[in-house]
Nanobody
Framework: VQLQASGGGLVQAGGSLRISCAAS????????MAWFRQAPGKEREFVAA????????YYADSVKGRFTISRDNAKNTVYLQMDSLKPEDTAVYFC?????????WGEGGMDYWGKGTQVTVSS
């Protein structure tokens, strides 16, 4: 599976942005998908995840209620809708795929990674 994130950009605090991750391969619909982010000088952290069917979603506490993950298996794409953005959301956002949804959503549980897309939130 090859993953390509896109849609990042500069947005003011309180604004919204939707980023996308397009996947290659017919097996996309069998993978659990996740978004991670890495801010300057910080470790990469989990943001949100979605099961292969889209029936289950998971969020980091820091984004719960503000971000929404979704997927369109017909388009081989996963989305992250980000609302009420804060300057601390500034980071490079990465999408990742897992053959089997891990018990805990950490980097070690993911099998494929895409290149990131930069999201910058100005105050």
């Amino acid at each position: 599976v090859q993953l390509q994130a896109s849609g990042g950009g500069l947005v003011q605090a309180g604004g919204s942005l939707r980023i996308s991750c397009a996947a290659s391969g017919r097996t996309f619909r069998s993978y659990a998908m996740a978004w991670f982010r890495q801010a300057p000088g910080k470790e990469r952290e989990f943001v949100a995840a979605i099961s292969w069917s889209g029936g289950s979603t998971y969020y980091a506490d820091s984004v719960k209620g503000r971000f929404t993950i979704s997927r369109d298996n017909a388009k081989n794409t996963v989305y992250l809708q980000m609302d009420s953005l804060k300057p601390e959301d500034t980071a490079v956002y990465f999408c990742a795929a897992a053959r089997v949804a891990p018990m805990t959503w950490g980097e070690g549980g993911m099998d494929y990674w895409g290149k990131g897309t930069q999201v910058t939130v100005s105050s």
